[in-house]
Each structure stands twice: as structure tokens, then as C-alpha cells.
T-cell receptor, first 115, second 112 residues
Framework: KAGVTQTPRYLIKTRGQQVTLSCSPI?????VSWYQQTPGQGLQFLFE???????NKGNFPGRFSGRQFSNSRSEMNVSTLELGDSALYLC??????????????FGNGTRLTVT | GENVEQHPSTLSVQEGDSAVIKCTYS??????FPWYKQELGKGPQLIID?????GEKKDQRIAVTLNKTAKHFSLHITETQPEDSAVYFC???????????FGTGTRLQVFP
């Protein structure tokens, strides 16, 4: 079974631009979560989607947004990029049903550099 | 909100020795505790997890223990090998929906 796939692997953007990252979950997984990883703040939860609905959100500004499609694929968008948005963005998927005990499985991330 | 502390930040052991990494969580409602291994250039890989109704879980050379009263959980790796070298993260969550709060990571180095 293929794992979580994230594209692109690397991105370089300029301050003020916007960026869209893509994630394809493991087949059959309906929940997709996004995390930001930086050396200073570590791994931080951004948001979680299930059946095209955002179920949970972390403490990030509104410049960070996401969506999920009917095939469970997800995208996250960051607008008006700041230098501090440079990070590894990780997508994770799970079965996600209520009462489910399915763990999170991560992709290899998208490395975003803002100059 | 939930906070997870992880110690030590770095750990060096000789091949064949055991390694122990400890975490403490703050929210008594947390009931799911996974451990992840992250190698350079890759995303975190789940290596073992435990739920609050279980005190200990083993998988070959890896074991995790949970003390709910003290809000501590630990990762034990026995007979370490050079390929165990990586950064290890603990996390805590209320199981549904999953919103993992991660520890700060432990860089484990296993020397041949």
C-alpha cells in the first residue's frame, strides 16, 4: 500500500507570495492532518480534515488554510508568506472515523523556504 | 492546553546497550501516546503507541511504559543498533479526533 504522498518536496518562495501544498493520503484513509516542523518550535498541529470538513484547528493565523476534496486528498495554502513560515510541512493521514483507533501516518513533507 | 516535555534532548549509547527516553504530559484527559522515529530527510515514522488503558506494550526490541498517575511515559530500546540512530518524538493526544502534541525530540546516536 502506498504511503502518504506530498508534493512538491521542495519550494522556494518570496515574502508576500502565497503557496499551495498538496497531500494524498493512504488509500482508505479519510482523515488528513497538517503539521509544521521548525527547529525552534518543533512539530506543531495546523489543522485536521475529515470528509471535507475541518474538525480541528491549531493556533496559527488565518493566513494558513486548508481544504479536503471528496477523494480525501488535501491541500494547504499559506498566503502573504513571511520569513518565519520557512519550515517542513508534514501531512499525516488516518482512518479517522469516530471511535477509531487508527494512528497517524506521516508523509516525508514539503520543505518550504521563504526568502 | 496540553504540554509534553521530553528528556533527554540528546542520547549517545554504545551498540548493544539500552536507551531510555522519557516524556511527561500535562493534560490528564490525554489517552493516546505514540512514539515516532524521524530520520534525516524523512517524515516521522510511527514505531509504537500505547493507550491509557494499558500500562506497557512491547514490540521486539522496543517497549513503552505508561504511568497515568504520574503522567509519565517512556520509550525503551534494547540491544541498540547503529540503524536506531535518529530523532525520536513522543506525543500525547485525546484519541479522537487526533491532535498530537509533540515533545521536543531526542537525538539518539548509537556508536558501533
Amino acid at each position: 500500500k502506498a504511503g502518504v504522498t506530498q508534493t512538491p518536496r521542495y519550494l522556494i518562495k518570496t515574502r508576500g507570495q502565497q503557496v499551495t501544498l498538496s497531500c494524498s493520503p493512504i488509500s482508505g484513509h479519510r482523515s488528513v492532518s497538517w503539521y509544521q516542523q521548525t527547529p525552534g518550535q518543533g512539530l506543531q498541529f495546523l489543522f485536521e480534515y475529515f470528509s471535507e470538513t475541518q474538525r480541528n484547528k491549531g493556533n496559527f493565523p488565518g493566513r494558513f488554510s486548508g481544504r479536503q476534496f471528496s477523494n480525501s486528498r488535501s491541500e494547504m495554502n499559506v498566503s502573504t508568506l513571511e520569513l518565519g513560515d520557512s519550515a517542513l510541512y508534514l501531512c499525516a493521514s488516518s482512518l479517522g472515523d469516530r471511535g477509531d483507533n487508527s494512528p497517524l501516518h506521516f508523509g516525508n513533507g514539503t520543505r518550504l523556504t521563504v526568502t | 492546553g496540553e504540554n509534553v516535555e521530553q528528556h533527554p534532548s540528546t542520547l549517545s549509547v554504545q551498540e548493544g546497550d539500552s536507551a531510555v527516553i522519557k516524556c511527561t504530559y500535562s493534560d490528564s484527559a490525554s489517552n493516546y501516546f505514540p512514539w515516532y522515529k524521524q530520520e534525516l530527510g524523512k517524515g516521522p515514522q510511527l514505531i509504537i503507541d500505547i493507550r491509557s488503558n494499558v500500562g506497557e506494550k512491547k514490540d521486539q526490541r522496543i517497549a513503552v511504559t505508561l504511568n497515568k498517575t504520574a503522567k509519565h511515559f517512556s520509550l525503551h530500546i534494547t540491544e541498540t543498533q547503529p540503524e536506531d540512530s535518529a530523532v525520536y518524538f513522543c506525543a500525547a493526544s485525546i484519541s479522537h479526533p487526533l491532535k498530537l502534541i509533540f515533545g521536543t525530540g531526542t537525538r539518539l546516536q548509537v556508536f558501533p
